[in-house]
């Protein structure tokens, strides 16, 4: 390699949404490079502008900042090899290709597209291989020329050798794969319209950059040989090229899309709905990659120290979202209280404004209300889930969830208008100061309830719990009872009876 510095590259094309695969990529990109005190570099595919999205390029650079990952050159920030934009190296591209035809790697085709459309049609009927039948390979070379400066509409297309063949070893598996050119096709490199083919593009910039090391997807191994012979037309060592996996998608089975219009697995979904970017980064390096010794946790430095190529796996992952959610909580829990606050009044200001007037009443000087949060914060895995159980217990809420209930929906609603009453007569036996209950006496109570009534320990505390902050799902209910007080909890009870008859 002309270039001992390790230099990887992130070329997406700005058509789309960013899914949290290309997320994975450009991390993998950026723990190889940095793992080996290299640069990573965004480089824009953006010669298709009939599929340019509005807004996608500055949108993608959001998305990247927001999972914490930099890189070192790009459209945005610049770099010693600008243009980082496809659409601004058009003449680099030209340049190049008339000089592969000078050097007798390429050649100029006049066809028209009536003309290979009949082609593909023949050879469809006959049941062979779609192939372009070299039909302007052998045109002499003066000749060619002469009809291009003359103004005819032409093609640039690559001059595969006859009877050569290709090598590649893959850096992961060490198996070597062998191309035979009768397989291969004298593609397009420069296009009627003086834009370059992604097989042209995509080397030049590599060689203009000095890449040393490309990530790609497994769709794009039957380009390989194509890329590895322009290479050696450029006489510049072949990168090495590194089938990373993809990630399914569980619900089709097929690996996600930038156009699924779901948008399930987005990246942007997970900023929204308040997942820390840091607990998702850690799940999706391990969708694809393997350490040594099955560790699960890594801050991306720690990933950055133990990554390495050998770890990439070949089977492709499916995405879980309950694994996701394991991971999200296992940083939710961890980070301390103040910043939690700080990064959910961030979010809160973009993503969450429904929820700015919980977090007015978050008061960490108050010894009660820091005891609450960190209560909340062991049962939450984003800062909307964090929220909710803020909102239910700072506000009352009139839309109770008896329906999603176990032990409580199935009751009638005179059932549930006993069991309230009783409810209501047991609280208001406790001391005024809830600092004072004690569990064993607040629970002899549900059970005398439940006893009178036949119901479970568990639907009675059901009750309760849906009773005084209008959902089953909450932190733990005797402690949210206390933070709230006996008044505050007999108002919200007799609240809800006045929904039963």
């Not at 893959?170 to 009768?182: E, L, Y």
């Not at 497994?218 to 590895?228: D, G, L, N, R, S």
């Not at 629970?443 to 036949?454: P, S, V, W």
Request: charge should be neutral; proline fraction near 4%.
């Amino acid at each position: 390699m002309e270039n001992n510095t390790v230099r990887t590259r992130f070329a997406p094309s700005p058509t789309g949404f960013v899914h949290i695969g290309a997320i994975r990529t450009i991390l993998y990109d950026y723990a190889l490079a940095k793992r080996n005190n290299g640069q990573v570099i965004i480089r824009l595919e953006d010669t298709d502008r009939n599929r340019l999205v509005e807004g996608a390029e500055e949108y993608l650079y959001k998305m990247v900042k927001a999972y914490g990952i930099t890189w070192d050159e790009g459209p945005d920030i610049g770099g010693p090899y600008a243009p980082y934009k496809q659409s601004e190296r058009l003449p680099m591209y030209q340049k190049a290709a008339h000089e592969l035809v000078a050097k007798g790697f390429a050649y100029y085709a006049f066809d028209t597209v009536e003309r290979l459309d009949k082609l593909r049609a023949e050879q469809e009927k006959a049941g062979v291989r779609t192939h372009y039948d070299n039909r302007d390979r052998d045109l002499d070379p003066i000749e060619a020329k002469k009809r291009v400066d003359s103004g005819e509409k032409y093609c640039v297309r690559l001059k595969i050798p006859f009877n050569s063949k290709i090598e590649f070893l893959d850096p992961i598996s060490k198996k070597k794969t062998i191309w035979d050119s009768k397989d291969l096709d004298d593609i397009i490199l420069l296009k009627s319209d003086g834009y370059p083919t992604y097989h042209l593009a995509v080397v030049i910039d590599d060689v203009a950059m000095k890449i040393t090391h490309v990530l790609r997807g497994p769709e794009w191994i039957a380009t390989t040989p194509y890329h590895v012979y322009l290479y050696g037309c450029m006489e510049y060592t072949i990168p090495e090229i590194i089938h990373v996996t993809v990630i399914f998608d569980p619900r089709t089975g097929k690996k996600f899309s930038k156009r699924d219009e779901t948008g399930a697995f987005l990246a942007d979904k997970y900023i929204k709905e308040g997942y820390l970017p840091e607990g998702v980064l850690n799940y999706i390096m391990l969708l694809g990659w393997a350490p040594k010794d099955n560790r699960e946790l890594y801050t991306l430095s720690e990933f950055v120290d133990a990554f390495g190529v050998e770890g990439l796996q070949k089977a492709n992952p499916i995405f879980n979202q309950k694994k996701l959610e394991w991971f999200a909580g296992q940083y939710f829990r961890t980070i301390p209280l103040d910043k939690l606050i700080e990064r959910i009044k961030v979010w809160a200001n973009e993503y969450g404004k429904e929820y700015l007037d919980v977090i007015e009443k978050i008061n960490l000087n108050n010894e009660k209300e820091q005891v609450l949060l960190k209560m909340v914060q062991e049962r939450s895995i984003t800062f909307v889930s964090f929220l909710s159980q803020l909102k239910n217990i700072y506000f009352r809420n009139e839309k109770y969830e008896v329906e999603n209930a176990k032990g409580i929906k199935e009751r009638s609603k005179d059932e549930l208008s006993k069991a309230t009453d009783s409810l209501i007569e047991d609280i208001s036996k406790l001391n005024d100061d809830s600092s004072l209950w004690t569990h064993e006496e607040w629970e002899m109570g549900i059970r005398e309830i439940a006893k009178t009534y036949t119901w479970k320990d568990a639907d009675v505390f059901m009750l309760l719990r849906v009773s005084v902050l209008t959902t089953p799902f909450s932190p733990p209910l005797f402690e949210v009872m206390q933070y709230l007080g006996k008044s505050e909890c007999l108002e919200r009870i007799k609240k809800f009876r006045t929904t039963l008859p």
